[in-house]
Each structure stands twice: as structure tokens, then as C-alpha cells.
């Protein structure tokens, strides 16, 4: 008859309901000794159970990452990468390439911007020119020199623009000939 530990038997007596443990130094399945002296299960000491239960501790805790990147760390010092694609400098050189045309394109912005804002002014003081010497301007006429002051000043354009448009603004919308034929009705 076979024993194992916990599963209830009956004993010598008979007495059933009690497990019956083989003697100190001595085992149920022959003469490997899984019992201590006091008549329980003996223990391995490196169990794949304890070891597991370790490697898991280990493992959460970052200390196998940090062994690991160290080890490797180590490995790259010795033993450096150096590679030479060529596609790198053909990158490079189309990085800086592509500096150099935006440079370009910078400039050219700067040199129309400057040429509108001038243009825009040319407009303004011709229209001014123009309705001060007739010395009225009609709402519509307002309106497009607003219109192009406005895009003037988003533009940077400020000092005699801004003066003529004011001008322009204030002056009286319809001709004197026409308000002198109204108020004689």
C-alpha cells in the first residue's frame, strides 16, 4: 500500500479518518527521504516554485532590466556600431539643399512684400490725389480705399498711408453741386 501525506487512511489501529506517516528516515516510496524528523513533507531548496517566485520578484522590481541593459551597455562599449550609409550624406545634402531654397524663397517674400506695400500706397495717394482735388468721395470710394489700406497695413505699411486714408474718410461723400440742388427743393 502507498501513502501519501494528507490523504486520510486507516492506520495500524484501524482507526479511520487518520493519514498514516511513514518513520523518520523512511518513505513511502522507498529509501528517499521526503520527510523531516518531525514526520513532514521535506522541501528542495531550489524548487522551481521558489524560483519562480523569485525570477517574478526580480522581474518586477527592474532589477533584471537593469542587469540586462548593463550587460549590454558593457557589450556596445567594446564593441562599437559604425556604419557608413551613403544615404545618409545624400539626406544631408538634400537637407541643406532644401535650406538654401527656403532661404531664397524667404528673401523673394520680403523683396514682394515690400513691393505690394508700395503698390498699395501708390493706390492710396493716387485715389487721395484724385478725390481731394475733386474734393469729395463717394461711400463706394471709401470703402475700396479702406479696402486697400487695410491690406497695406497687414502687410507692415504704416505713417503717410494711414494719414492719407483718414483724409480720404473724412471728406464729405457726395458732390457740393448735388447737396446744393437737394437743399433748393
Known amino acids: 500500500m502507498m501513502l501519501t501525506p494528507g490523504v486520510a487512511t486507516s492506520n495500524s489501529r484501524g482507526s479511520p479518518g487518520h493519514a498514516t ?18 514526520g513532514e513533507p521535506r522541501m528542495e531548496f531550489l524548487s522551481v516554485e521558489v524560483l519562480t517566485m523569485v525570477a517574478t520578484i526580480l522581474g518586477s522590481n527592474g532589477i533584471i532590466y537593469l542587469i540586462a541593459k ?9 564593441h562599437p556600431i559604425v556604419m557608413h550609409d551613403d544615404r545618409f550624406d545624400e539626406l544631408d545634402r538634400r537637407v541643406t539643399e532644401l535650406r538654401s531654397q527656403v532661404d531664397e524663397l524667404r528673401a523673394t517674400q520680403r523683396i514682394l512684400r515690400a513691393a505690394v506695400i508700395e503698390l498699395a500706397y501708390l493706390r492710396i495717394a493716387d ?45 464729405p461723400s457726395y458732390s457740393p453741386d448735388e447737396l446744393n440742388s437737394e437743399s433748393n427743393k
Not at 27 to 35: E, I, L, P, T, W
Not at 70 to 78: D, I, N, Q
Not at 134 to 140: C, F, M
Open 21 to 38: 506517516r511513514p518513520r523518520p528516515g523512511k518513505s513511502a516510496h522507498g529509501n528517499c527521504n521526503q520527510y523531516s524528523l518531525r
Open 70 to 78: 548593463t550587460m549590454l551597455t558593457r557589450w556596445e562599449s567594446k
Open 127 to 171: 485715389k487721395h490725389e484724385r478725390y481731394l482735388h475733386r474734393g469729395w468721395a463717394t461711400p463706394n470710394e471709401k470703402r475700396v480705399v479702406q479696402r486697400i489700406y487695410d491690406a497695406y497695413h497687414s502687410l507692415g505699411g504704416n505713417g503717410t498711408g494711414s494719414e492719407l486714408n483718414r483724409e480720404v474718410q473724412t471728406m
